[in-house]
Structure formats: C-alpha cells, structure tokens
C-alpha cells in the first residue's frame, strides 16, 4: 500500500506557482495546482499580443504540458472561491480539496481605484481575452477613422489615450506609436496614420516612477522620438466612450479619444482579502497581503503567499515590486521551505536578489536599471529581448516568439494584426442558415 | 485632372476576391474590396486552428496589408446588405459604394439544413471565432472528463460525434484522434485519454463521396488505424447538449457526446439569393447562383458572381467544387475578362483546370485524387504539406506555419491548446475590483 504522502495544493499557474511546483519535483509530496485557466500566461509580453506583434499560443503555455512529466504533480481546471483553514480546505465552485500546505499565488487584477465603470470605456491588460479586445479596438478605430467624412469625428478616432506611466503604459504606446508611424504606412486610403495622437496620461511627475529618474527622462524622450505625447503630473478624474478628462489641480481639460487603455494599478486577487479576514495578517491598499519573513501567514506555517498577492516587508522596509523576478524567487523559495521541513530542516528568512528590472519602449529602445548600471538604447533592448526569451517556460515558446520578432524586425511589421469577435450587426451571423435579411431594390 | 477609372466593387477577401484584386493590379481601373473582416483567412486549414495545431494569426492575413502595396485598390471594413443594380450601388449597413463592375465572392457558410436550433450544441467551422470556440469545447471536454467521478457521465465528456464525412469532417476526426492519443499522453491523471470514442458520422455510403471510392476506403482505413469509429450510411435526426441521434431507417439511437461538430454543409452567402432575385439567375439546392459561362449574370455583364457562391455547370454539366482551387481560377479569371474588356476585347468561356485534391488524415496520410495519379499515405500527405504551404497568400504565414508544423511533427505536440474566452462563474472575471466574494469559515 502506498504511504500517504503530503498533499501541497498551490492555487495559480502563474509565475509563483509554477515554479513552486517545478521546485518540489523531486519531494515526496503530491501537489495538485488549481488554475481557472489551462495555461500559463507570460504576462510581461501581453502588450505585444495587444499590438498584434504576437499571437495568443506564443505566450501561453498549457500547464498539462509544462508538468506532464512531473509524476507528482496534477492540475485541476477550477476557480477557488473560499478557504476551511480550520479543516484545512481549499473551496472551489463546485467543491473542495483538501491540503496538508497551501500555497497561494493568484496574482493581481487591474484596479480602477473604485471606478469600475470605467472599465468598458478604458479597457486593462491582464489576460489573453484582454489583450485581443484591445487588439480588436486598437485596429477598429484606425478602420472605423478610415471610413468617415468628417474629420474631426476622425480625428478622436484616431486618438488613443493611455492611462498610466509604468512599465506597461511605456510599452504599449511605443507600441501603438510604431503601429500608425511603420506598420500602418501605405495602408490606409483616406487617413494618414502617422497623424495618429497616441496620449500618455500619468498622474505622477515622472514615468517609471521605481526607475531611477535619469532612465524616466530617457524612456520619455524616447518614446517623445517615436510621436508620442508624454503628459505627467495630470489625473484622469472621468472615462467615457468619447475620450477622458484630465485634472491638474483645478484645471480640468476633455481630450477626445475613442481608444482609452488602462494600465494605472493592480489589485491582488480577492483571495488575499478572505485569508486576511481569516488569519489577521495584514492588506495594503493594493489588496497585497503581508506575509512573514518566510512567506507564511502569521500562525499558519502551513500557509504560503507568493507574487503579486503578497507584500514582503522585511528586506528593505519596503514592499518588493510586483514583477515577474519576485514572483518566480518565491514560488522557489516556499518549494524549497517545504521540502526542508520534510526532512525536519528549515531555510533563513527570504531575500530577494533584484537581478535588475527593464522596460521596452519600442524597436531598439529600452531602459535598464541593473543597480549601479543604468543605461539605455539598443544595448538595453538587445538585454530585454535576450532575457524575454530565457523566462519564457518552453522551449517551444522561445523559438516561436523568436521566429515572429525576427520576421517582425526585418519586415518591419506584426505578425498577428487580426480582429476577432467584432461585433456585427445581427445579420452578419457566420451562418447564412435564415438568409432573408438582403434587400435588393 | 485625373480621368475617372472605371470602378470595381470586389465582395469578399478569401480567394476569389483576393485573386480578382491581385489580378488587376495592373489594369487602370480603381478597386474597392469590402469585407466585414480585416483578414483574408485560409479556410483549408482552419480545422488546424481549432484542434490547437495552429494559432489563428498563423493563416489569417490583414488584407489592408495583402493590398498596401497595390496603389489602385483600397480595403473597406464593412457589411454588405443588398445592392441597387439600376443605380449600379452596393448597400452596406451604414452607406452604399457605387461600381461599375461589381465581382461577388461573399463564400458559403455553415448548413444546418433548417435545423438552425442544432448549432449551439454542435458548431460548426467557417470563421476564426468558430475555430476557438470548437478549440475550447474540445480542451473543456477532457478537463471535465477529468473533474468526474461518475465514469458514465465521463464517457459521454470523452465521446465526440462529427458529422459529415467530408474532407472536413476527416480532417476533424483524425486530429481529434492524434490529441487523444498521442497529444495528451501523459497529460490527465483521472483519465486515459486514449479511452476517448471519436465517431465520425456520414450520411451516404462512404466518405469523401466527391473522391474515387479507392481514396474513401483508404481514408476510411486510415482513420479506424487511429481510432475512429466510422459510421457510413447513419443520418443525424436529433442533436442536443447531451449527444445525437442517428437513424438508418426505422431505427434510431442515441450517442450520449457532449461534443458534437457539424460540417455536414454548406450554405452559399445570403447575397446569392438577393442576387438571383434581382436577375432572374437560378439557385441551387445551397444556395449558389448559377453563373454565365464567362461567370457573369443572365442580363449583368457588369456582375460577375465567383468561388462558393457561384454554381458553374458550363464545363461538365455538374457543379465545379467549392474548393478553394475554383476560387482562385475564377477570380483571376474575372479579372482577367474585366481588364481585356477595356481594351475592347474578350476571352473564351472559363474552363476549371482540376489541379487535384487532397484530403489529409492525420501526420503521415493523406489521400491524394490527382485525375488518373490516385494514391494515399506518406506521400500524399508530403504534397498536401507542399501545397498547404504554398497556397498561403503570404511569405510571412508559409514561415510561420512551417515552423509550427516542423515543432508539432518532431514534438508530437500541439503549438495551441489554449482554452479561451472560457465561460467562467461570474465571480471569475478578471478583474477584482469587486473583491467581496470569497468566504471564509
């Protein structure tokens, strides 16, 4: 009869979790990792399938795939919604699963700062159905511009909005502006796209706001190079469908744009919210839960926080940032604490190495901060795609996404510049089954 | 001043469209092609999308990007509603374009034969989103299958009924067959996935009936060597969300599938019959418009109706094919006759030159129909590779589609199994502003 062994249940395939799993490949437990989607998302390259420059399957991995030969490990596709930490239960909608350690790593969603209804009007980027609905409206417009008379219509059709200055809203309008300057040349009949205003809103002084100031002022320059405009030290304070308006003290000005993208915050999965209920462990005001130097929850050892949901205090005084690096070093971390407890040992608290941090701006530009060395421009970019490649978790993901920047680099275009799910008009159904609907005069 | 050109209106960016576009590049005249999507889609492959082989962008192709470089054709996203013959205008649902020769090539699309109420319980394949829709029935079919504990209820999730034993319908069953049993080996730990039963369900006596009988016995063979059931000579009398019906006679039975596919038939574009309204034209059992030998209308020889649509009986007394070879032909053809006219000439009847066809099956068969040459195998399956590659409109896509398919044939995997645009409880979407949900005992 076989032992029972430790049953570890990790909720998330993200970064974390993933790599928490990997770690634990060779313990002696059973890990069950519980995802509400089958795939594990690179999410530092979703701005590039938002841009049509990649496709969906290029930075999605099936995590079936990724742990089939990881005897030890199963994936369950379901949504937790709750916890039994007294019977040591994981809720999901339609049942529970039990665990003798958890951990937990289901990341962060966007946050409109209490204005969810901006929502429709400002879409944000954080899965794969979001990326290829701002895909969709990014080209509709350029279409929907192409197709009217009056100019100044076209005009806010031809004006995107981007609210917020972090790594994401610095990529996705480097982006959009080589999309209307190179992608889009001779393309279009009616508009020049070049005439395209791409708007970079961000409510602070300086974009990139945990970059050091010298590379901030780099990457506005070099985004203002590339037709964009930078506006800092403005509030976006109403989103409709028409275009935003934006504050700066009691200055209020309406900017028409009928394409608003919203990159201004993350909020750490609900999940955290209920554990904190639960154990008493503290929330910042990102949803992030504080967790112990060993990335438990206070009183419950059995308890692991990882990634984006966690606020790590310890090293710095200061809350570590909510990237990648982080995400994989604890997942790491917590597997390896595991696996040392099995055999009675321990680990020493949790210390992040901050390997250095690099954003894109567009096609041989980006900004790196690798402590003491700071720089900018090709040499930066050649190190964000070379390092962009290495995380990603195949071998088969690298070689796609390689293939398609390098065809993208000599073409100077993008390989996946497609609308789907447009909404047509009800007669434009895929089938022509009740086909009477054509009047012919 | 410039001259006025004449105008040509071309309906429809797939084959015949995007031949006839091509084919007067050089011609002075002004083209508009309208097409309600912006991409120009290589159908042939589309099974390829929606069993994960292949990502959408792989054989889809913006067709303002197709065209950018032929200075006198310009692209219109829009939806085509009727036409004013008299006044030589076509109506589309938020404006009309006047033509003076207008080529109509809007394609088929699915044939629920009057049972429209079938197609939520068994889509059908004809666009981009139907791809990823069948994509992610098929991947939630095992993850379910996987979830259960009743093995009963399991084994109608791991049933899948295809129904028309066309090239389709083979080409479905097949590489349902090859992620059954080779793809996610090792993949589920609940379930053999190797247990999953593919049906593949045809009416008449034998598959691919526009084949040599030879070919539909080997494909037949082929497909019960990987594991489908073939069930010839079974007509489909009920479908639900449960599973089919199949009759032969009086007797009936029902197949408990929660996956069921429709390729049974097709439906020519509802333009058609607006068309054959207007002219006095015939249409056929499918809806395609019977076409003059040079493919204009009886009484329009300014509308020339091309590929799907069109029903050309002038050659051997039977239909042409709708395949994608008769589109291409006819679009060039239309072209061609468009550009001698203005030199006040004329050209003889169209005549189809049958190349051949090509069915596959699985990696390594196929079956090939190439006039007196008919064979199947490892070699039919090389030309159909050669020639898949060949045919897409774009250097970009052979790449990009070649890459893959070298990854998939030495991996035995897939490049694209991603479930999207899942239905989840509404507590799962992706943002977690919200944030109340979770409970906690």
Redesign the interface.
């Known amino acids: 009869m076989q032992e029972r062994r430790e049953h570890v249940v990790i909720i998330g395939g993200g970064f974390g979790g993933l790599y928490a799993a990997r770690q634990l490949k060779n313990a002696p437990v059973d890990i069950t990792l519980i995802d509400?989607?089958?795939?594990h998302l690179f999410q530092p390259l979703l701005y590039q399938v938002a841009t049509g420059a990649l496709?969906?399957?290029?930075i999605?991995t099936?995590l079936?795939?990724l742990l089939?030969?990881q005897a030890n490990a199963?994936v369950?596709?379901?949504?937790?919604?709750?916890?039994?930490?007294?019977n040591r239960q994981v809720?999901l909608?339609?049942?529970e699963v039990g665990y003798d350690t958890l951990i937990v790593a289901a990341g962060?969603?966007?946050?409109?700062f209490?204005k969810?209804e901006w929502?429709s009007s400002a879409p944000?980027l954080?899965?794969?159905?979001?990326a290829?609905t701002i895909r969709r409206r990014i080209?509709?417009a350029f279409?929907t511009a192409?197709?009217l008379d009056n100019p100044e219509a076209a005009r806010a059709w031809l004006t995107f909005a981007i609210v917020g200055g972090g790594p994401t809203g610095v990529e996705m309008a480097g982006a959009l502006a080589e999309i209307a300057h190179e992608t889009?040349k001779?393309?279009?009949?009616?508009i020049n796209t070049a005439d395209a205003r791409i708007v970079l809103v961000q409510s602070g002084e300086r974009l990139l706001p945990t970059y050091p100031p010298e590379l901030s002022a780099s990457a506005a320059a070099a985004l203002e190079r590339l037709g964009v405009e930078v506006v800092t030290g403005a509030r976006v304070t109403d989103v409709n469908a028409e275009g935003v308006t934006l504050s700066r003290g009691d200055v209020s000005e309406f900017l028409p744009a009928r394409t608003v993208l919203w990159t201004a915050g993350v909020?750490?999965?609900?999940?955290g919210?209920?554990?904190a209920?639960?154990t008493g462990a503290a929330l910042d005001r990102s949803?992030r839960i504080s967790v112990e130097p060993d990335l438990t929850l206070p009183g419950h050892p059995e308890i692991f926080v990882v990634g984006d949901m966690a606020t790590f205090t310890h090293q710095t005084g200061q809350p570590l940032p909510g990237v990648a690096q982080v995400a994989i070093q604890q997942g790491r971390y917590a597997g390896r604490l595991i696996a040392r407890r099995l055999r009675s040992k321990s680990l020493p608290p949790f210390r992040y190495w901050d390997k250095g941090n690099l954003a894109t701006i567009g096609r041989g530009a980006a900004v790196a901060d690798l402590g003491r060395l700071r720089f900018s421009g090709l040499i930066a970019w050649l190190l964000w795609v070379g390092i962009h490649l290495m995380y990603q978790v195949e071998l088969?993901n690298k070689?796609?996404v390689f293939?398609?920047w390098l065809?993208n680099a000599v073409?100077r275009?993008r390989?996946?510049?497609?609308?789907?799910?447009?909404e047509?008009?009800a007669?434009?159904r895929?089938?022509?089954?009740?086909?009477?609907?054509?009047?012919?005069?």
């Open positions: 509400r989607r089958n795939h496709s969906p399957a290029d999605a099936p079936r795939g089939k030969n199963r369950l596709l379901g949504e937790v919604v709750g916890f039994d930490l007294a809720i909608s339609d049942g962060a969603g966007n946050n409109y209490g969810r929502a944000s954080k899965t794969l159905e979001d290829t080209l509709s279409e192409e197709r889009f001779h393309e279009f009949r009616n909020k750490a999965s609900p999940l919210k209920a554990l209920r639960a949803g088969e070689v796609l293939v398609q065809w073409t275009g390989s996946a510049l497609l609308i789907t799910n447009l047509l008009p007669s434009a895929s089938s022509y089954d009740t086909g009477t609907w054509p009047q012919v005069s």
